[in-house]
């Protein structure tokens, strides 16, 4: 009954900008960590971004200053604000809700960067 569903995926140019969301249902975001992965063909599954259910943010270097990852409470919806796409951004971008003993993860969006 709790899921996470990515949306806000598809193709956009170098530079370009995309908003990935989040949405749960059957449990409040508020109360777990939330997190963005990636995953390239060929590639290892990586962390993206994360946001603690106290506000506290992390996110893997290759994104930093491009990336930002928030949170709505109120429509229980997590986001993940990409700008200044490059092509190595190219990948299936995973949700995740965390706790301490399971991880919940969503169906997965493709972002595709290339001009």
């Known amino acids: 009954q709790v899921q996470v569903v990515e949306s806000g995926g598809g193709l956009v140019q170098p530079g370009g900008s995309l908003r990935l969301s989040c949405a749960a249902s059957g449990s409040l975001i508020s109360s777990y960590t939330m997190g963005w992965y990636r995953q390239a063909p060929g590639k290892q599954r990586e962390s993206v971004a994360a946001?603690?259910?106290?506000?506290?943010?992390t996110y893997a270097y290759s994104v930093k200053g491009r990336f930002t990852i928030s949170r709505d409470n109120a429509k229980n919806t997590v986001y993940l604000q990409m700008n200044s796409l490059k092509p190595e951004d190219t990948a299936v971008y995973y949700c995740?809700?965390?706790?301490?003993?399971?991880?919940?993860w969503g169906q997965g969006t493709q972002v595709t960067v290339s001009s």
């Open positions: 946001i603690t259910s106290t506000g506290s943010t």
């Open positions: 995740q809700m965390r706790t301490s003993s399971l991880a919940i």
